[in-house]
């Protein structure tokens, strides 16, 4: 029932910045944690940052540093903020979610359509 539409994706220069939204809706349930993924033609969706329902949060060490997750809540939206970009981390983007199940102990993923960014001079 969770939806998540992704935007801010776009063309930027080596060094620049980027501020990705994902809007949520839809939930019911205990966000248990969000987070950022991306995925190159060709390889591995891998995890970019995330963060938990108490706000902890994890980063890629790729990133560290440079990007920062968080959540607006008034809005309903998870954020990234991307900085020094560099033409490695062009990708798709995607949102992502984990939220508690009806049944006790169990959650469900939920995923955006994604985002494209793409790092280039």
């Known amino acids: 029932q969770v939806q998540l539409v992704e935007s801010g994706g776009g063309l930027v220069q080596p060094g620049g910045s980027l501020r990705l939204s994902c809007a949520t809706s839809?939930?019911?349930?205990?966000?248990?944690?969000m987070g950022w993924y991306r995925q190159a033609p060709g390889k591995q969706r891998e995890l970019v940052a995330a963060i938990t329902g108490g706000g902890n949060t994890n980063y890629a060490d790729s990133v560290k540093g440079r990007f920062t997750i968080s959540r607006d809540r008034a809005k309903n939206t998870l954020v990234l903020e991307m900085n020094s970009l560099k033409p490695e981390a062009t990708a798709v983007y995607y949102c992502h979610a984990r939220v508690s199940g009806r049944q006790l102990a169990s959650a469900n993923d939920y995923w955006g359509q994604g985002t494209q960014v793409t790092v280039s001079s």
């Open positions: 839809g939930s019911n349930g205990l966000i248990y944690a």
